[in-house]
């Protein structure tokens, strides 16, 4: 597999960006910048075309492009992120996906999206109820996905679904269950036997599906890289150190578009 991979590069105030769930921490931003570039690497080395969305250097959270997109086949749907300082990062992200040909639909109010509440499995697509994503919101993607199965989860104590789970190439889920509510992942029905498997870090549970059985994901969950490794998965790992000071993840910092 391989396509078109949607990045944005962090601007000089990136320090500033949103922190919720843990304790701000200085953030360098020449050190993200260069973090970003390697990160960007690791996708192109990996088939994955970077296109580049105008940087927004007064938007600080702007390098977290998945928020703003949640892109489902030739569809782009253009987010109304949860948090208001975010929203002007939209615009230009439609401007990207536009250029790339894809269909742009918008989530209009008072629905709210973070891309990084959807998180899509074969035919299902999970949808963190969170402070970010509203119920308005998710009405409005289920009605513009009539093909999927969007199922609401709902999140405690972390910022977005993908913050807690995500999915390993052959669907299994991987994710921290304290933080998610069980039931509406509906493991059983989904033919998951294997239940959800839980990472050795929390960083673990945020992987980057490249193609085939290539996983990227953040050097801070080495451990749990191993257990992939050791099922089989070719993992390569990046430092996003400055980013996850931001509650970001490897996952947030990139939309790939097959
Ligand atoms: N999808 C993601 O995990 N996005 C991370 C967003 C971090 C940013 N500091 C925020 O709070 O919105």
Same mark, same amino acid.
């Given at each position: 597999?391989?396509?078109?991979?949607?990045?944005?590069?962090?601007?000089?105030?990136?320090?500033?960006?949103?922190?919720?769930?843990?304790?701000?921490?200085?953030?360098?931003?020449?050190?993200?910048?260069?973090?970003?570039?390697? #990160?960007? $690497? *690791?996708?192109?080395?990996?088939?994955?075309?970077?296109?580049?969305?105008?940087?927004?250097?007064?938007?600080?959270?702007?390098? +977290?492009? %998945?928020?703003?997109?949640?892109? !489902?086949?030739?569809?782009?749907?253009?987010?109304?992120?949860? $948090?208001?300082?975010?929203?002007?990062?939209?615009?230009?992200? %439609?401007?990207?996906?536009?250029?790339? @040909?894809?269909?742009?639909?918008?989530?209009?109010?008072?629905?709210?999206?973070?891309?990084?509440?959807?998180?899509?499995?074969?035919?299902?697509? #999970?949808?963190?109820?969170?402070?970010?994503?509203?119920? %308005?919101?998710?009405?409005?993607? *289920?009605?513009?996905?009539?093909?999927?199965?969007?199922?609401?989860?709902?999140?405690?104590?972390?910022?977005?679904?993908?913050?807690?789970?995500?999915?390993?190439?052959? @669907?299994?889920?991987? @994710?921290?269950?304290?933080?998610?509510?069980?039931?509406?992942?509906?493991?059983?029905?989904?033919?998951?036997?294997?239940?959800?498997?839980?990472?050795?870090?929390?960083?673990?549970?945020?992987?980057?599906?490249? @193609?085939?059985?290539?996983?990227?994901? *953040?050097?801070?969950?080495?451990?749990?890289?191993?257990?992939?490794?050791?099922?089989?998965?070719?993992?390569?790992?990046?430092?996003?150190?400055? +980013?996850?000071?931001? %509650?970001? !993840?490897?996952? !947030?910092?990139?939309?790939?578009?097959?």
């Amino acid at each position: 597999m391989s396509g078109i991979a949607l990045v944005r590069k962090p601007g000089p105030r990136i320090a500033e960006g949103l922190v919720t769930h843990i304790e701000r921490e200085p953030v360098d931003p020449e050190r993200a910048l260069v973090q970003h570039e390697a #990160y960007v $690497a *690791a996708l192109a080395a990996a088939g994955w075309t970077p296109v580049h969305v105008e940087p927004a250097d007064d938007l600080p959270d702007a390098p +977290f492009v %998945e928020d703003a997109v949640v892109v !489902c086949g030739r569809l782009a749907v253009l987010t109304r992120p949860g $948090a208001p300082e975010r929203r002007p990062e939209v615009a230009a992200v %439609e401007e990207a996906v536009r250029g790339l @040909g894809l269909r742009a639909v918008r989530v209009t109010r008072p629905g709210t999206l973070d891309g990084g509440d959807v998180l899509q499995v074969g035919r299902a697509v #999970y949808v963190g109820r969170s402070s970010r994503t509203n119920d %308005e919101g998710i009405a409005q993607l *289920a009605a513009l996905l009539p093909e999927r199965q969007v199922r609401p989860v709902d999140l405690d104590g972390v910022l977005h679904l993908k913050s807690a789970v995500t999915a390993l190439p052959d @669907g299994t889920l991987i @994710g921290d269950p304290a933080h998610l509510d069980l039931a509406a992942l509906d493991l059983a029905r989904l033919d998951r036997p294997a239940g959800l498997l839980e990472p050795e870090e929390e960083s673990g549970a945020h992987v980057v599906l490249l @193609g085939g059985d290539r996983v990227l994901m *953040a050097a801070s969950a080495p451990r749990t890289a191993d257990l992939l490794v050791q099922r089989g998965l070719d993992v390569t790992t990046v430092d996003i150190s400055e +980013f996850e000071k931001l %509650e970001g !993840c490897v996952t !947030c910092l990139s939309v790939l578009i097959p």
